[in-house]
């Protein structure tokens, strides 16, 4: 299972959003390239990159300093926030992104979600993130109407070939993931689901691991020492 180190930007610098509340921020850098090449050091295989300026406006506004994260490590980054269309993708994808998340426009139109996976395979994902089980959108400020299995279970069949779940509530929360309602994702597709919200100990990523999760997106429990990822590497290897 990957440990996928999350850098979250805010005005250009490296924050944290308790609950994805942009009032209840803690800023950890104001160099995330820094951050970037801090968790390369310390073995990230992969790197998750979200413009939380752009999850509100709908477009990039953090892809300067996107860019240089892409083109300043060597680890593969997936890229979220704010992709609400097809060029958008196209354009992430041509300048290094690995993957390219969509959250909100999958939900508007899933259509654009199963186009953009026609296209580009494997480099897509989508995110599922919810609260208590419903589907949220716009920088996590709107609740729709959608159960998150059974979206899963719709783009699935269409053909998105990867998940990200987030449980909003336990999101930087340290309280431990959403157990239950990762293991029903888990079981309500084939695709591979990465999981984010709650990670609070190396304990918490074993669990995950049994779960069947492909990886688990970590945050506030890697910048405040909770989580070293090292150790935590050396742990996930030694599981059967």
Known sequence: MEVIPAIDLRGGRCVRLTQGDYDRETVFSDDPVE???RWE????TRIHVVDLNGARKGQSINGEVVRKIIEAVEPPVQVAGGVRTLDAVQTWLDLGA???ILGTAAVRDPELAA????RHGERIVVSIDARGGVV?????REETKLDA???????SALGVPRFVYTDINRDAMLDSPNYEMVEKMVGATERPIIAAGGVADVE???????LGVEGAIVGLALYDGRVQLPEAL?????LP
Do not use: C, I, K, P
């Not at 050091?41 to 990230?44: P, S, Y």
């Not at 299995?149 to 783009?155: C, H, R, V």
């Not at 918490?204 to 049994?210: D, Q």
């Not at 050396?234 to 030694?238: G, P, V």
């Open 234 to 238: 050396r742990r996930l290897e030694l």
């Open 115 to 118: 186009e953009a996976a026609r």
């Open 149 to 155: 299995e059974s979206f899963l279970q719709t783009l």
């Open 204 to 210: 918490n990523l074993v669990r995950l691991a049994e």
């Open 98 to 100: 690995d993957r390219v």
């Open 41 to 44: 050091a310390q073995g990230a």
């Open 136 to 140: 949220a959108v716009e920088g996590w």
């Open 35 to 37: 951050m970037a090449r």
